[in-house]
């Protein structure tokens, strides 16, 4: 419940420009290309959150930097 928590208080922060929801939806939103932003707003957080779980179970950030390189590797076939 806590991550919950986290993400409403998030969004409750008084940001200058208001807030802009997900940065990994945001950025999965390529101009022309509808169906690879979709592709890509659905796998980027699954890769993210999975990789922020693995961490927290493993301990070193080695998921993350893993993460980094698939998430770069799904970008670049686009």
Do not use: S
């Not at 807030?19 to 993210?48: H, K, Q, S, V, W």
């Amino acid at each position: 419940m806590a991550v919950f928590d986290a993400y409403a208080d998030h969004a409750a922060f008084a940001y200058e420009h208001g807030f802009r929801g997900c940065g990994l939806l945001n950025a999965a939103l390529l101009p022309g290309r509808p169906e690879e932003a979709r592709a890509m707003a659905e796998r980027l957080p699954f890769l993210l959150e999975g990789a922020m779980a693995r961490a927290g179970l493993e301990g070193p950030g080695t998921r993350l930097e893993h993460a980094r390189a698939l998430a770069a590797d799904l970008l670049d076939r686009l």
